[in-house]
């Protein structure tokens, strides 16, 4: 039996940022899904990332959610985050 064959689907864009050291580190293919519009794979970091490698996240959150990024103006009746 699938796991995720019950889960509720959804159409909100999601994206990943994979961290080699992070506490559990799931397989892939458990990240696989249809709305899956952003994915990164990093050479450090890990469970702390936002606090060990801000900057490294703050490029990913830019590159899904900026001017021309995968999830640009998601958020209906705004204008996205243009930079």
Do not use: C
Not at 31 to 48: I, K, M, S
Not at 75 to 81: L, Q, R, T
């Amino acid at each position: 039996m699938d796991l995720f064959s019950f889960a509720e689907r959804t159409k909100i864009p999601v994206g990943y940022s994979h961290f080699p050291k992070e506490l559990v580190v799931l397989p892939r293919s458990w990240t696989r899904v249809p709305n899956l519009v952003f994915e990164a794979e990093h050479d450090d970091g890990g469970h702390f990332a936002t606090y060990e490698k801000p900057e490294v996240l703050v490029q990913d959150l830019r590159k899904m959610f900026g001017k021309g990024g995968p999830a640009f103006r998601v958020v209906k009746n705004k204008g996205g985050y243009d930079v």
